[in-house]
């Protein structure tokens, strides 16, 4: 009996050495790996499988720290870029507006034709810092959404109508296409009508030639549709066009913030509207299905 019972207590004895060495092993590697001394995962052989299945689960989130330590750093570098952007719009404004300062004191003869420019600059400046503005508040995991029902066709003739004046400066002609009946929805207005100011301020602002803008109603709520003619864009820059602060080289001469479109993607977010972009035959399109 008694020497069945040594026998016993050695093999636990052993197998409990050898799962301490394992979970050592484990601890080793995960030192290394923290110190940067190793770059490959932990291995996972092992002869018991508890031990297996940890260093399995050790891996896996490894690798999800590693994918939010890179998603985080593209971020930092987006934001360090967003805010370089943004400071260069902001300070052209201002570098103008200081050179016509100077202008009217050596050529006061040029006064009228000279505050007509700087009061262009200083709405161009108010216009990039409200954008900022609502963008900030679209961005805002707390901002109250009141639904309600109303008429989105009544919406968009509303908005057209508010911006008319900026068409007709801009040589502009909307082709416009919208049902004959009321087009209800029930969703915040203000969103709506923020969405619909932005599409058409961004359509108004890079179109290279003509703006389509259609409503069109469907058997489950409706689809609007605001197009314009662009310059060839490659796919890549069809999937940054909703990004914070994001605009196109040919878009800075313009002013803007590239703001715009980053707002409408928040706010349709927030309402659980589907919005979509691409390209057809030198148009740009969005799609925003309510």
């Given at each position: 009996m008694v020497p069945l019972l040594s026998i016993l207590l050695v093999s636990v004895a052993l197998v409990f050495l050898a799962y301490w060495r394992e979970i050592h092993r484990i601890i080793r590697q995960l030192h290394s790996f923290n110190q940067g001394e190793i770059h490959t995962k932990l291995s996972n052989q092992s002869i018991f499988c508890?031990?297996?299945?940890?260093?399995?689960?050790?891996?896996?989130?490894?690798?999800?720290?590693?994918?939010?330590?890179?998603?985080?750093?593209k971020q930092e570098r987006h934001l360090r870029k967003s805010i370089g952007d943004l400071s260069h719009d902001l300070r052209t404004p201002l570098t103008v507006?200081?050179?016509?300062?100077?202008?009217?004191?050596?050529?006061?003869?040029?006064?009228?034709?000279?505050?007509?420019?700087?009061?262009?600059?200083?709405?161009?400046?108010?216009?990039?810092?409200?954008?900022?503005?609502?963008?900030?508040?679209?961005?805002d995991p707390d901002l109250p959404l009141h639904k309600d029902v109303f008429d989105l066709a009544e919406l968009l003739i509303h908005c057209l109508v508010e911006q008319a004046h900026l068409f007709q400066q801009a040589g502009l002609e909307p082709e416009i296409k919208l049902p004959e009946e009321p087009v209800y929805c029930c969703s915040d207005r203000g969103a709506c009508q923020r969405i619909l100011e932005n599409l058409l301020t961004n359509a108004r602002k890079h179109t290279t030639g003509r703006i389509y803008v259609e409503l069109q109603l469907q058997k489950k709520g409706a689809d609007l549709v605001?197009?314009?003619?662009?310059?060839?864009?490659?796919?890549?820059?069809?999937?940054?066009?909703?990004?914070?602060?994001?605009?196109?080289?040919?878009?800075?001469t313009k002013g803007g913030s590239g703001l715009g479109l980053s707002i409408v993607k928040a706010l349709a977010d927030k309402l659980e509207i589907k919005i979509s972009a691409g390209t057809e035959k030198g148009w740009l399109w969005m799609r925003i299905r309510f």
């Open positions: 508890s031990t297996e299945k940890l260093a399995g689960e050790i891996n896996r989130t490894l690798t999800i720290n590693e994918t939010l330590q890179e998603t985080a750093a507006l200081q050179g016509y300062e100077e202008l009217l004191e050596s050529q006061p003869e040029h006064q009228q034709e000279y505050l007509l420019a700087m009061r262009q600059k200083c709405t161009q400046l108010t216009e990039i810092i409200d954008t900022f503005a609502q963008w900030y508040q679209a961005e605001v197009a314009n003619e662009v310059d060839e864009m490659a796919p890549e820059e069809i999937s940054v066009l909703f990004q914070r602060f994001y605009q196109r080289d040919s878009a800075r």
